[in-house]
């Protein structure tokens, strides 16, 4: 042990008898004469007396460091057993809202039982009180002939002649008395007695789904949030940022409900509201207004805990317009340029007419639709089905698909929200066939629904197959291709629902899935599947055999924050929606970074579903934006 007073040297554990009085200073460790001599013999070394002040000195600071560190650990700690505390109320409180609800309802049942029960015997006994009380009368009408007969038998055969004649008269207006007597004969009761319990199944289905459990993973340090808005905006013009939600392993976290607050503060020390709104997809738009110029703070917090980066230090500025967002005409080409570098490309077949070393400049045309429930207006777009000069949109959260001209003019809409054979309750991923059926993956319901060109619903495919299916596409051998989220799979399908195979499961390995979304196939009919939890496209062959991947986790160049939306071009890029980064990115065939969409005009939010139409432009679902747009690619 440590004590005060003269210390004697302590033995060499490498040399015995000899003690430890020299320091190796690139070992940083006590040695003795015979190691000064022998191992350490290149080394520098010092007496232990010499460098022991600087040691002490050198502790001392790390032990300071680690004192003043000591509290703030201390506090964590605070924080969470606060946060075990209320998730522990919170369980508590749930457990009894719970166990409460259902013994209400299990009371409730058993009254519901018991009226009919009650209500059942009633019926009965009134009917069999009927049914008996006929039968009695019966049973005395054939009583009565029995007896009658037996004895107007017997006195015909042992009475004489005088008896014979004398109770003629009698019996025989007896007899015919019992032989016109009014009795019904007829039951006087039918059988009719149902008992029904209503819409058993529906409430069965309805009890099975009594109730939720919701829950949230998203902390606020991980927690992000992006905009344009975050570093200027105009005055007295509603402004939007995208708070991205992640968890503690900084993966996005999609699930719902979130609790995002935030207000907005003037360096005169007044503050605004802010409108939060749910995008439903782990994305949440914040909503504000400058009311004058000049500096600003942007307060947000997830969960009453302060975002990473809060408060944002926002410049307010005047006498800049907008373009109406609104609109659902053409846009005004922008003057900003995002420009991408076209790296040289390490697969044939990837080349384009433009010269490698010029940047790749690409435009919005078209902007279609807003937020809203009417025609033309969306709410989470998802998927995009290109055919025949028709676009065919998923409005995921309107439950319906949405059909628009080329040119982005309203044509109609179909779909009805439910549960039942061809309703919608999440529709996802789309694709259209060469005869113009129209396939339209449904999230909530777990198939794909099959409707005609005149929209009349056909079939649904992978009933009891599926768990989550959002991306589709057909592939060249006809076949219906099914990216599913949930179970981590892609299905095939003949396009009459026959399942013809499956490939994929969870995990993060190179051919595994981790919350897949969309598809693509390129002219090989490989199939090209963006992988969103793993962040990062993965490349198979039409046998569902792994070939390659490209991306990783992050924001540069080639790098992606959970992608989405995937869509091949005539020459073999690929181009890849984005999600997190809300961007789009274009990839050669195999998987060299090429360029960017440019989208700095209006920026995106979000990015669902992709596609390329036949001039060779790129359609977007804006799903945070809530509209589709339509840009200029590589022309």
């Not at 344009?228 to 939007?240: H, I, K, N, P, T």
């Not at 500025?317 to 003057?335: E, F, I, Q, R, Y």
């Not at 490989?526 to 070939?547: P, R």
């Amino acid at each position: 042990g440590i004590s005060g007073g003269e210390q004697q040297p302590l033995p060499c554990s490498n040399h015995d008898g000899e003690a430890l009085v020299y320091y190796c200073m690139q070992c940083e460790t006590a040695v003795c004469e015979q190691c000064v001599s022998k191992e350490h013999i290149s080394h520098s070394t010092v007496h232990l007396r010499d460098v022991v002040d600087d040691q002490k000195h050198s502790l001392q600071n790390l032990l300071e460091t680690s004192k003043d560190r000591t509290p703030l650990l201390v506090e964590a700690k605070k924080t969470i057993d606060d946060v075990i505390r209320q998730l522990d109320s919170k369980k508590s409180r749930g457990v009894n809202d719970v166990v409460r609800a259902f013994d209400q309802l299990e009371r409730t049942v058993k009254q519901r039982r018991n009226e009919l029960l009650g209500e059942l015997d009633r019926m009965y006994a009134c009917k069999v009180t009927t049914l008996t009380k006929q039968r009695t009368r019966l049973e005395d009408c054939i009583e009565d002939i029995r007896k009658t007969c037996e004895f107007t038998e017997r006195s015909m055969e042992q009475g004489n002649e005088t008896q014979v004649i004398l109770i003629k008269k009698q019996m025989s207006e007896r007899l015919k008395h019992l032989s016109l007597m009014d009795v019904e004969m007829r039951a006087e009761e039918n059988t009719f007695l149902e008992c029904s319990a209503g819409d058993y199944v529906g409430i069965l289905k309805s009890i099975e789904g009594l109730g939720s459990v919701e829950s949230n993973s998203a902390v606020a340090h991980h927690t992000t949030a992006s905009g344009e808005a975050l570093r200027r905006c105009l005055v007295a013009s509603d402004s939007v940022i995208t708070v991205t939600t992640k968890n503690h392993l900084e993966e996005i976290v999609t699930s719902n409900n979130a609790v995002v607050t935030g207000y907005l503060r003037h360096v005169d020390g007044n503050s605004h509201p802010v409108e939060i709104c749910d995008g439903r997809n782990g994305q949440y738009e914040v909503k504000f207004s400058a009311n004058t110029e000049g500096e600003h703070e942007l307060h947000l917090k997830l969960f009453n805990r302060v975002i990473g980066g809060s408060p944002f230090r926002i410049n307010a500025v005047a006498g800049l317009t907008s373009p109406d967002s609104s609109s659902d005409c053409k846009l005004p080409k922008m003057n900003v340029r995002q420009k991408g570098f076209k790296r040289l490309s390490s697969s044939v077949g990837s080349k384009t007419n433009r010269n490698s070393n010029c940047p790749i400049e690409d435009d919005l045309l078209l902007r279609i639709g807003t937020r809203g429930r009417n025609k033309g207006e969306f709410s989470n777009p998802q998927g995009i089905g290109l055919h025949d000069g028709k676009m065919y949109i998923t409005d995921s959260n309107n439950q319906c698909v949405q059909v628009f001209t080329a040119v982005g003019e309203f044509r109609q809409r179909f779909g009805v929200r439910g549960r039942n054979i061809g309703q919608m309750q999440r529709p996802t991923g789309i694709v259209v066939a060469e005869n113009g059926n129209i396939f339209v993956a449904d999230y909530e319901n777990k198939v794909v629904s099959v409707f005609s060109p005149e929209l009349k619903f056909l079939r649904k495919i992978g009933a009891g197959k599926l768990i989550g299916p959002k991306g589709l596409v057909i592939d060249h051998n006809g076949h219906l291709v099914v990216v599913d989220n949930k179970t981590s799979c892609v299905f095939v399908f003949q396009q009459n629902g026959k399942l013809i195979q499956k490939f994929g499961t969870r995990g993060s390995e190179e051919h595994q899935f981790c919350g897949p979304h969309f598809i693509a196939v390129d002219s090989s009919n490989a199939m090209i599947i963006t992988d969103f939890h793993n962040h990062s496209v993965k490349v198979f062959n039409s046998e569902g055999t792994f070939q390659f991947k490209f991306g990783s986790h992050g924001e540069g160049n080639g790098q992606f924050n959970a992608p989405t939306g995937v869509a091949v071009d005539s020459t073999g890029n690929i181009i890849v929606a984005d999600w997190g980064n809300s961007r789009i990115q274009v990839f050669d065939c195999s998987g060299s970074f090429l360029s960017y969409i440019n989208t700095t005009g209006d920026p995106l939010y979000g990015p669902q579903g992709i596609a390329v139409t036949a001039d060779s432009n790129i359609v977007v679902a804006d799903s945070g934006n809530h509209c589709v747009k339509i840009y200029k690619y590589l022309q």
